[in-house]
């Protein structure tokens, strides 16, 4: 069964360091997201990405966050400056649009010293 | 903008005992309806959805929902559970159409007791 796949499982950086948190979504889904979970918080939503551009975005995406499908299988999310309340489980998920199930992918934790 | 609610942070149930795991929404019209399992150390694992037709929903693991659209909510239950199902349970919801991100509850925590 194919899977939304993430690397690395756990990244820790410095503050003030730039970070490139990857994602290969499952093949033939056409909308990638980011979401984030800060230590015994809820999952929160960051963005959405269709066709190439920004969909959606929450106000938690800031200046400091970009995403990018640099390739026809990669998504990444680049956090420029961390800063330490950065530090928490970042999770990929993609599907096909029209509000088919999105699949998560396994996450990647990053820590901020 | 939508939320959830999920009122209980934890619950304890004894193994092969019934669940029940509540989730209450706040939106403008139906949403599409999700629970997600997260087992520690884990990603988020799809239960269950609702998007529309029958109003009791089946899952994977012998979970089950029901969209209540007087109540705003979308109750989780399994008529007996198994050690292995404890975990964080995460109720989300969806606007139709467009790309919009799911909002999530903040969780319950499945305890089991042997």
């Known amino acids: 069964e194919p899977e939304v796949t993430q690397t690395p499982s756990h990244q820790v950086t410095q503050m003030g360091q730039e970070v490139i948190l990857r994602c290969v979504p499952i093949?033939?889904?056409?909308?990638f997201y980011w979401y984030r979970q800060i230590l015994g918080q809820k999952v929160e939503f960051l963005v959405s990405f269709y066709n190439n551009e920004i969909s959606e975005k929450s106000e938690i995406f800031d200046d400091q966050f970009s995403v990018e499908r640099p390739d026809g299988s990669n998504f990444t999310l680049k956090i420029r400056s961390t800063k330490l309340e950065d530090s928490a489980m970042y999770f990929c998920a993609s599907d096909r649009g029209l509000g088919d199930t999105q699949y998560f992918g396994p996450g990647t934790r990053l820590t901020v010293l | 903008a939508q939320s959830v609610t999920q009122p209980d942070i934890h619950i304890t149930v004894s193994e092969g005992a019934s669940l029940e795991l509540r989730c209450n929404y706040s939106y403008g019209a139906t949403p599409y309806l999700f629970w997600y399992v997260q087992s520690p150390g884990q990603g988020l694992q799809l239960l269950l959805k609702y998007f529309s037709g029958d109003t009791l929903v089946q899952g994977i693991k012998g979970f089950e929902a029901e969209f209540k659209r007087s109540q705003s909510s979308f109750n989780l239950r399994k008529p007996s559970v198994h050690w292995s199902d404890a975990a964080e349970y995460f109720c989300?919801?969806?606007?139709?159409?467009?790309?919009?991100?799911?909002?999530f509850g903040k969780g319950t925590h499945l305890i089991i007791q042997p």
């Open positions: 989300a919801v969806a606007a139709r159409g467009g790309a919009d991100g799911l909002t």
């Open positions: 093949s033939n889904h056409l909308y």
